[in-house]
């Protein structure tokens, strides 16, 4: 439009020469002389575009700036008020048991809150609006009246938390109650005393059984993650990922044709234990039941699948209930099977036999001659009954479980004491002791086994007869197993699998295979364990089964007092596995400090060997082989 | 210079429409008014099912919620009743009692008698 070489657009006079002439008057004006060229448009021109370019340019960076660089912070502030973002809990996996019966399982729950700001007589419009809330409540949470009432009457509280985890069908009675007060608040006839209780929604986690395998599961914590056991051993892959979700709401109500993004949570995998719920019933049924008879501290019985390396059951008495551990004794909230590291005693000496009969030093024949003491190192060693010279065969030292015949059959394994030791040490490692139990499950113990040139003059005695190192009970049920396994040690296992959200079973990894003797020395070894609890003479004949063949072992030991560091009192154990000639399940059962009646391993633990491995066979459908037991002679008349 | 002026004025004037145009208008007017009121009427009914579907998906979800719970309550209910140690207690009420050793029969001997190796038969119920 404005066009310089349009001629009129000329001044027609010097500025100097008087005022400029008005618009209106410039068209028709011509210029009467000669052109004179006052300013030259083009740079004004330059500079306006110059500063036109600028301020542009000033746009084109606050733009990028608002839109590129800081846009995530203005969406953020923008969406603020809009947004609403809320977590996606992830739903916690269940613990079941080897048949796919919940062991732990998730449900709905709520948490009843209260505001006692509403609850004041300005609000409510009623005196004593906490008392009579707290009075309705009561009786529905289950809790002391008085005590709510001081926490609803908290002044310039807004929040009280009354009950934690309360199932729906409690919140859905709160809720008919408050619909009725509201109704008789609107009538005005009286006050609404229930206004300011709103519920926030939790997930609980459930025990169905109880006390059930409670050791083993361990507990969830307050803010839902795993406190113990495998509940914190599997946590990772129990409790999933939380998912997120974001909406544009309004009035706390989503926005329905606005974009949602969400990111869905991922829940946790489901995981399948070895444990058969009912054989760990009857293991904790009968260890429980002793416990109680004997007065005795705590006992554990171990089941475990002598092919598979597969843990049937792991009881411990006294146990808690997961459900409650407020109420649970914090001394057994453990799993005190995997946790307690104790002297095993007798049911150790098997493993001097084993590395006595693989070494080829002895057979079960043997003749071994007892006298009533021995003298070794600085003590005299003695059997636990006084007795005269016994002549017993090996095969009669195991089943008498005659500490002097097993010092005398180890002494055998190599020519001077020291040389022994090692041989000895050799077997209990391959054995497992001193060793992870491979189960990884927290806060367990290896035992102890110390190195043979530690052993002091008469810990390298008393350690062939299962004083002088210790282990847990999963240790001790793994090395019975081993036997009857073929020589074989399978590392014991708890976890079958974990079965993600396809609903798949993805098996654990196989446990670890280890050869520990031949074949034979452990064919052998069964049937000496045979005579313990089958011979007349043997100690372990309150573990005989009608119809079945059945090995095993008993065990007294000095028990070290856990107080003092020093032995007092005693732990009775029993070890064995059946049928002895087909052998599919090993049961160790041990009893600590029993004060009350006999504290002999045979007498305190091999019935509840019996009802555990009764109940065990019955319940996995094993038949006896129906040969009959081979009897090996206990003793022999000397001269012979 | 005038002359140019009228000269541009003529041929601007050719570009101008001379007259009324013949085309009818209210069909345009009618389409353009149908147009807009069923924009405007989609609009309302896409928004109306929408609040409804979302009123249903609110109810629909209060239902699950409801369900589920039932649901969890009464597999609880199952669980008190199936855990082992209900059921024993239940079973001793009923007079049971734990079946003790097993006996096994030998197809090969004459039917009825209990083999070798069960040196007595089972407890009798009941003890």
Known sequence: ?640 | MKRTVRGRAARLAHLLPNGTSTAARTPFVLLVVLLLGGGLITLLLLNASLNQGSFQLNKLRKQTTGLTDEEQALQQDIDGYSAPDALERRARELGMVPGGSPVFLDPNRTAGTASGHSRKPAQTPGR
């Open chain 1, 1 to 640: 439009m404005t066009d310089p070489q349009q001629p009129h657009r000329r001044n027609p006079r010097p500025p100097a020469a008087g005022a400029r002439p008005c618009p209106g008057t410039r068209h028709p004006a011509k210029p009467r002389q000669g052109f004179i060229r006052l300013g030259s448009p083009r740079p004004r021109l330059r500079m306006i575009s110059l500063a036109l370019t600028l301020v542009m340019l000033a746009f084109v960076v606050r733009l990028l700036q608002v839109q590129a660089v800081d846009a995530e912070a203005y969406a953020a502030k923008a969406g603020h008020g809009r947004l609403a973002t809320h977590t996606l809990a992830a739903e916690r996996g269940e613990i079941t048991d080897r048949r796919g019966i919940a062991l732990a399982t998730t449900v709905d729950a709520y948490d009843i809150i209260a505001d006692p700001f509403l609850l004041t007589p300005e609000q409510s419009g009623a005196k004593d609006a906490p008392q009579q809330a707290a009075a309705l409540l009561a009786p529905i949470l289950d809790k002391d009246a008085g005590q709510l009432e001081e926490k609803l009457s908290v002044p310039g509280s807004r929040y009280a938390l009354l009950a934690r985890r309360q199932s729906p069908q409690v919140w859905n009675q709160i809720k008919d109650l408050q619909r009725t007060f509201a109704g008789k608040a609107a009538d005005g006839s009286e006050a609404n005393v229930l206004a300011g209780i709103v519920q926030e929604s939790h997930s609980k986690r459930v025990y169905p059984n109880k006390d059930l395998a409670a050791g083993i599961l361990g507990f969830v914590n307050a803010e839902g993650r795993g406190g113990g056991g495998l509940e914190a051993q599997l946590d990772k892959k129990l409790s999933g990922r939380d998912g997120k979700i974001t909406y544009a709401q309004s009035a706390g109500r989503q926005v329905p044709t606005s974009a949602t993004r969400e990111f869905p949570a991922v829940p946790g995998s489901d995981v399948e234990l070895t444990i058969d719920r009912d054989i760990q019933w009857a293991a904790q049924e009968a260890i429980s039941r002793q416990v109680q008879e004997s007065a005795a501290d705590r006992g554990y019985v171990i089941a475990q699948d002598t092919r598979t390396g597969e843990i049937l059951a792991m009881a411990n008495a006294p146990g808690f209930d997961p459900n409650d551990i407020s109420a649970a004794d914090s001394g057994s909230l453990g799993n005190p099977a995997l946790q307690d590291a104790f002297e095993p005693g007798s049911t150790s000496k098997v493993m001097s036999m084993a590395a006595v009969l693989e070494e080829g030093k002895a057979t079960p024949e043997t003749h071994v001659t007892v006298p009533n003491r021995l003298h070794r190192a600085d003590r005299l060693f003695a059997d636990d009954v006084d007795h005269d010279t016994w002549y017993l065969t090996l095969n009669g030292v195991l089943a008498k479980s005659s500490n002097i015949g097993t010092i005398l059959a180890v002494e055998q394994l190599g020519r001077t004491q020291r040389q022994a030791d090692d041989v000895l040490h050799s077997y209990l490692r391959k054995f497992g002791i001193g060793k992870p139990t491979g189960l990884g499950f927290p806060g367990e113990t290896p035992g102890i086994l110390a190195h043979p040139r530690d052993w002091s003059s008469s810990q390298r005695f008393t350690v062939r007869f299962g004083q002088g190192l210790s282990l847990n009970a999963v240790q001790a049920a793994s090395v019975y197993s081993t036997i009857a396994n073929g020589g074989v040690r399978v590392a014991p296992t708890l976890v079958r699998g974990t079965r993600g959200a396809g609903g798949k079973l993805v098996p654990a990894p196989e446990p670890e295979r280890t050869r520990v003797v031949g074949a034979k020395t452990a064919k052998t070894l069964a049937t000496m364990l045979e005579s313990v609890v089958d011979d007349e003479a043997g100690t372990g004949s309150k573990a005989r089964i009608p119809g079945y063949r059945v090995a095993g072992k008993t065990g007294t030991s000095n028990r070290v007092d856990p107080d003092t560091g020093r032995y007092k009192g005693y732990t009775a154990s029993f070890a064995g596995f059946a049928p002895a000639d087909k052998p599919r399940i090993a049961v160790y059962c041990a009893v600590q400090n029993p004060t009350r009646g006999s504290y002999f391993g045979g007498q305190v633990c091999g019935p509840v060997f019996k009802e555990v491995m009764e109940f065990s066979l019955k319940t996995l459908q094993v038949p006896p082989t129906g040969r009959p037991p081979a009897r090996l002679p206990v003793t022999f008349r000397p001269g012979e």
